[in-house]
């Protein structure tokens, strides 16, 4: 059982940046790869940034390369998404994603982040 919980989002400028953070629970958090997904209104959810279990690959949307960052922390069980440059077509709900192999894929409750123009 894995449970996700994310946290950080908030209003910010354009410009601006927030640091998202996903807090896990669950012994196996180190063996799931982990992701970062988000849903405007009215859009279906889309992906965002991904980091494998071990941290060392890494892969992220078009629209947010070069802007997010994601990177985890397997003794802390947490993973993060910076995000610089924020952008208003950034505005959604920023989900936090587990997943691993032959088991179940576990979603967070989800997080708001408003970007004003």
């Known amino acids: 059982q894995v449970q996700l919980v994310e946290s950080g989002g908030g209003l910010v400028q354009a410009g601006g940046s927030l640091r998202l953070t996903c807090a896990t629970s669950g012994r196996s958090f180190k063996y799931n790869a982990m992701g970062w997904f988000r849903q405007a209104p009215g859009k279906e959810r889309e992906f965002v940034a991904f980091i494998d279990w071990i941290g060392s690959n890494t892969n992220y949307a078009d629209s947010v390369k070069g802007r997010f960052t994601i990177s985890r922390d397997n003794a802390k069980s947490t993973v993060d998404l910076q995000m610089n440059s924020l952008k208003p077509e950034d505005s959604a709900v920023y989900y936090c994603?587990?997943?691993?192999?032959?088991?179940?894929?576990?979603w967070g409750q989800g997080t708001q982040v408003t970007v004003s123009s």
């Open positions: 994603h587990a997943a691993r192999p032959g088991y179940r894929d576990y």
